[in-house]
């Protein structure tokens, strides 16, 4: 987007000792409302960047204050905005614009520019660079222009609410009786429909479909808990054995020619040993040596025609995995056969991807930091950053590394304490090269750059 009011302005980043600084300057210093400038500095107005005036060379320096805080454009880059977010960040810029006149500032000198408007990544608080000159800014076009780059371009805002929100905002801002006032009564109402109106969970919607009348969602979930407890209750409870198998018919016959054997053998022995011994204790040993006989003959039998039924009935199907209920291992362990479970086949690891690292030096209590996306973010605030350091010299949002065509990048976001390259502080907001083994320092941490 280009902004009118930038238009005769240079901007610049500069370090204080701990602070970072954003600059403008401008050649009409004799146009510099005094007035307004004094009025910044001791209103301490929250939306309004603290601001300071330095003159050199025929040239006015304006010197705000950002240490800290993030350029709004880049905030939005890495944020998805909810629909009550992006509200209320609206309604922050509308407020600015409508309380200049409580402080007698001119509500078209806020620089309107996603790239020079500022967050505290903590708060989501935003504050504007107050230029106290005469610019001779139309504040209804500048504002038109902001919003519309804000909502098709800038922003990435959640369009699932089914008020329509955005078109609403886009149809009033594009209307040629732009009005403040209106605009922030209609931001507001929209706030106010969002506390009215909970937005219901689409998973509560559907469950809500089963039913006439749509029921809290706690009672939804606790019917729906008590049809799963009734289908379990339903469900007869699992047996431990083994799943019954057909009876076969070869087994059976198996068993009676086993029992006729053993008849048969009784039968010769009675005649054949009766002659030697009439005693009925012999007669009795030798059916129980009979019997004992029958049973190792029918256990053996059994036991490996079932195996064989088990294994057959089990082999796997093309392209299956073959399983053994947990149970049948331990008969089969039991009944003597020799059957080794063999290892599952491992997994070979791919290459390891290799990221470029700030290696910290040896011995120190901190981290090597694996810098694994082309936009990787370091500091102290959780959620906010992609590598946390909990280290209170080091900012909320301290630097940003960025990896483009083969090179990589370092910028200081206007961080308190700083950052370092090969012991050199770099200017905030600004990309600087860097390359293997560079000493990089944030604040008061040490590390290598390696590749």
Not at 23 to 32: A, C, F, L, P, T
Not at 250 to 255: D, E, Q, R, S
Not at 333 to 345: C, F, I, L, R, Y
């Amino acid at each position: 987007m280009h902004c009118p009011v930038k238009t005769p302005f240079e901007f610049a980043y500069e370090n204080g000792t701990t602070a970072s600084y954003m600059v403008i300057k401008s050649d009409g210093q004799e146009n510099v409302k005094g007035y307004q400038v004094e009025m910044i500095r001791n209103s301490k107005i929250d939306y309004i960047l603290p601001l300071d005036v330095r003159r050199k060379d025929d040239k006015v320096y304006f010197y705000y204050n950002v240490t800290s805080r993030l350029v709004l454009s880049q905030y939005l880059k890495r944020k998805k905005l909810g629909r009550e977010e992006f509200l209320k960040l609206l309604m922050a810029i509308l407020r600015a614009l409508l309380d200049c006149r409580h402080y007698l500032l001119a509500a078209e000198n806020l620089l309107l520019d996603s790239d020079y408007i500022f967050v505290d990544p903590s708060t989501g608080g935003v504050s504007f660079a107050y230029i106290p000159l005469m610019t001779g800014t139309d504040i209804r076009h500048s504002l038109r222009e902001f919003i519309i780059d804000l909502i098709l371009y800038k922003a990435d805002i959640d369009e699932s609410s089914n008020d329509n929100f955005l078109q609403r905002i886009l149809g009033h801002v594009k209307s040629e009786t732009l009005n403040l006032t209106e605009l922030d009564k209609l931001v507001k109402s929209l706030i106010s429909r969002e506390d009215a109106e909970p937005h219901r969970d689409e998973a509560d919607v559907g469950l809500c479909a089963d039913y006439i009348s749509c029921e809290p969602a706690q009672k939804v979930c606790e019917q729906a808990q008590v049809r799963e407890n009734r289908s379990h209750l339903a469900k007869p409870e699992q047996s431990l054995s083994l799943p019954k198998e057909r009876f076969d018919a070869g087994l059976l016959i198996a068993a009676l020619v086993s029992q006729m054997a053993i008849i048969l053998i009784l039968i010769l022995v009675s005649k054949f040993v009766k002659p030697f011994y009439s005693d009925t204790t012999t007669y009795a040993a030798i059916v129980l040596i009979a019997e004992a006989v029958d049973i190792l003959i029918l256990k053996k039998l059994f036991g490996k025609k079932a195996l064989a039924a088990r294994r057959k009935k089990a082999a796997p199907s093309k392209g299956q995995q073959a399983e053994l209920p947990a149970m049948e291992e331990r008969i089969i362990a039991d009944g003597h056969d020799n059957v080794k479970s063999s290892p599952e086949t491992s997994l070979l690891e791919g290459p390891k991807q290799v990221y470029p690292c700030l290696k910290s030096s040896p011995g120190g209590k901190w981290e090597d930091i694996p810098i694994d996306k082309p936009d990787f973010i370091i500091g102290r605030l959780k959620g906010q950053v992609d590598f946390v350091i909990e280290n209170n010299a080091i900012g909320k949002v301290h630097a940003q590394i960025i990896s483009r065509d083969g090179s990589y990048y370092i910028k200081d976001l206007n961080s308190k304490n700083g950052t370092f390259v090969n012991n050199v502080r770099i200017t905030n907001n600004t990309e600087y090269e860097i390359k293997n083994n560079d000493i990089i320092s944030l604040a008061n941490i040490d590390y290598i750059f390696t590749i």
